[in-house]
T-cell receptor, first 115, second 116 residues
Framework: AQSVTQPDIHITVSEGASLELRCNYSYGATPYLFWYVQSPGQGLQLLLKYFSGDTLVQGIKGFEAEFKRSQSSFNLRKPSVHWSDAAEYFCAVGLNAGNNRKLIWGLGTSLAVNP | NAGVMQNPRHLVRRRGQEARLRCSPMKGHSHVYWYRQLPEEGLKFMVYLQKENIIDESGMPKERFSAEFPKEGPSILRIQQVVRGDSAAYFC??????????????FGSGTQLSVL
């Protein structure tokens, strides 16, 4: 069965440090991959997505993610974290181009940023 | 420039009562989606609606749950005779066009339903 795993439930980093949030998926074909962020009191916001092409994807707010087929991973990175990045981050997998409501979602990683 | 608006933010009900969750999509959006996030589970699709039409309700529980998106006014997710297992965060999203994976979803901040 298709699944998405975010191994880290909670991560704390210091402001200015680098960040990597892990996402692994289980699916037989090349999936469509998404990262969303939910800041406190806000709705989910799309950070970036991968459909095809260059496996390194740039998103908003200085985030990037790299699709690694051999590792079935789509990890989210940021070189220098800001205090405003404290939020819940969700990885999601879309199984085909024709249906965005059938996304499979990870459980989320909660990010705390220390000053 | 309001985004997707959900209310209430928090809703507390006793077992057997009804819960009504409201979602106003972004201006210009005619497609609405409802998701549920149960404790320790990822977001799960429930229902997809366009104005006055239910397009896909494959994720809706068979009983007690219903959704509508009338010609005027917000979309409503209605849960009758709530049980403790209905306690969850309910998210609404909207999009301008159809439901292909290319279509960007805009999410509300959710309604946290607690059933006592």
């Amino acid at each position: 069965a298709q699944s998405v795993t975010q191994p880290d439930i909670h991560i704390t980093v210091s402001e200015g440090a680098s960040l990597e949030l892990r996402c692994n998926y289980s699916y037989g074909a090349t999936p469509y991959l998404f990262w969303y962020v939910q800041s406190p009191g806000q709705g989910l916001q799309l950070l970036l997505k991968y459909f095809s092409g260059d496996t390194l994807v740039q998103g908003i707010k200085g985030f990037e993610a790299e699709f690694k087929r051999s590792q079935s991973s789509f990890n989210l990175r940021k070189p220098s974290v800001h205090w405003s990045d404290a939020a819940e981050y969700f990885c999601a997998v879309g199984l085909n181009a024709g249906n965005n409501r059938k996304l499979i979602w990870g459980l989320g990683t909660s990010l705390a940023v220390n000053p | 420039n309001a985004g997707v608006m959900q209310n209430p933010r928090h809703l507390v009900r006793r077992r057997g009562q009804e819960a009504r969750l409201r979602c106003s999509p972004m201006k210009g959006h005619s497609h609405v989606y409802w998701y549920r996030q149960l404790p320790e589970e990822g977001l799960k699709f429930m229902v997809y609606l366009q104005k006055e039409n239910i397009i896909d309700e494959s994720g809706m529980p068979k009983e007690r749950f219903s959704a509508e998106f009338p010609k005027e006014g917000p979309s409503i997710l209605r849960i009758q005779q709530v049980v403790r297992g209905d306690s969850a965060a309910y998210f609404c999203a909207s999009s301008r066009g159809g439901s292909t994976t290319n279509e960007k979803l805009f999410f509300g901040s959710g309604t946290q339903l607690s059933v006592l």
